[in-house]
């Protein structure tokens, strides 16, 4: 088993910053992917930015050019920066691994953009 915690989301105005982290622990070898998805109210979950293990990136196109995923492996942690943020991107940031053929989710942090 593999779990995830992420941390990070806030109430934030539109055009500004914030940087979301989840740190994994337990069966972490050989994890492959890891990255966020979001579910805004009323919407489906969506994929934000993936990483994989050995650093190729994939983007939603809603937010290339302003969100930036990392992957610390020393600390078993993703980060997901994110700049200009609109208020569309008001969502629960579900962090993401897989292992093999298995699939991880973390509870889910709020990010709110609202002046």
């Known amino acids: 088993q593999v779990q995830l915690v992420e941390s990070g989301g806030d109430l934030v105005q539109p055009g500004g910053s914030l940087r979301l982290s989840c740190a994994a622990s337990g069966s972490i070898s050989s994890i492959g992917a890891m990255g966020w998805y979001r579910q805004a109210p009323g919407k489906e979950r969506e994929l934000v930015a993936l990483?994989?293990?050995?650093?190729?990136?994939n983007y939603a196109d809603s937010v290339k050019g302003r969100f930036t995923v990392s992957r610390d492996s020393a600390k078993n942690t993703v980060y997901l920066q994110m700049n200009s943020l609109k208020r569309e991107d008001t969502a629960v940031y579900y962090c993401?691994?897989?292992?093999?053929?298995?699939?991880?989710w973390g509870k889910g942090t709020l990010v709110t953009v609202s002046s």
């Open positions: 993401y691994a897989n292992r093999g053929l298995m699939t991880y």
């Open positions: 990483i994989l293990r050995y650093g190729s990136t």
